[in-house]
């Protein structure tokens, strides 16, 4: 079985440009994440997706960034435009989100963003 | 707000040892606690998962421990192997949104 598929892996931009990262979960995972890790940290939730709702985006920074998960399968998360404080690795993870107390997340390798 | 915290930030040891990983959190009200391996420009992969109502999880050499109340959990690993140098992250489930809020992380490195 196929695991969570992100692209691209790597992503290098000039300040101000627009990016774009997509996700692939698998498949007959209801829930989706998007993560942000910076170098040294830990990753934090940037929204959360029960099918096509968008049930968790309080950490989102709405000003720059969007996500979209149409059809409750793919996902897109979208910066515009970027700035240099974005540079950081932007993590996918999906679950079957069942019962909560043993849902494990599984997360995808990740696209790496480098703003210049 | 759930804090989670990994000390020390990075470890080495010979291979061969037994080890221990430590992790706390402030809020003991946790739906369960999940340790993650990371490797250099990987994603997560899950290690294993201890329910709030469960004390510890095992699985091959790894052995982890939970005590919600103390607000601690310990990752025990046998017979460290290089192949075990890797970053692990703690993680616990909480709050009505199933949030997962994650520790920095310590890195493992066994030396051969």
């Known amino acids: 079985e196929a695991g969570v598929v992100q692209s691209p892996r790597y992503k290098i931009i000039e300040k101000k440009q627009p990016v774009a990262f997509w996700c692939n979960p698998i498949s007959g995972h209801n829930t989706l994440y998007w993560y942000r890790q910076n170098l040294g940290q830990g990753p934090e939730l940037l929204i959360r997706?029960?099918?096509?709702?968008?049930?968790?985006d309080s950490q989102l920074p709405k000003d720059r960034f969007s996500a979209e998960r149409l059809k409750g399968v793919d996902s897109t998360l979208k910066i515009q435009p970027a700035e240099l404080g974005d540079s950081a690795v932007y993590l996918c993870?999906?679950?079957?989100?069942?019962?909560?107390?043993?849902?494990?997340?599984?997360f995808g390798p990740g696209t790496r963003l480098t703003v210049l | 707000k759930q804090e989670v915290t990994q000390i020390p930030a990075a470890l080495s040891v010979p291979e061969g040892e037994n080890l221990v990983l430590n992790c706390s959190f402030t809020?003991?009200?946790?739906?369960?606690l999940q340790w993650f391996r990371q490797d250099p420009g990987k994603g997560l992969t899950s290690l294993l998962l201890?329910?709030?109502?469960?004390r510890e999880q095992t699985s091959g050499r790894l052995n982890a421990s939970l005590d919600k109340s103390s607000g601690r959990s310990t990752l025990y690993i046998a017979a460290s192997q290089p192949g075990d140098s890797a970053t692990y992250l703690c993680a616990v489930l909480t709050g009505a949104n199933s949030k997962l809020t994650f520790g920095k992380g310590i890195t493992l490195s066994v030396r051969p």
């Open positions: 201890i329910q709030s109502s469960q």
């Open positions: 997706y029960e099918n096509e709702e968008a049930v968790d």
């Open positions: 809020d003991s009200a946790i739906y369960n």
């Open positions: 993870a999906s679950s079957l989100q069942g019962d909560t107390s043993t849902d494990t997340q599984y």
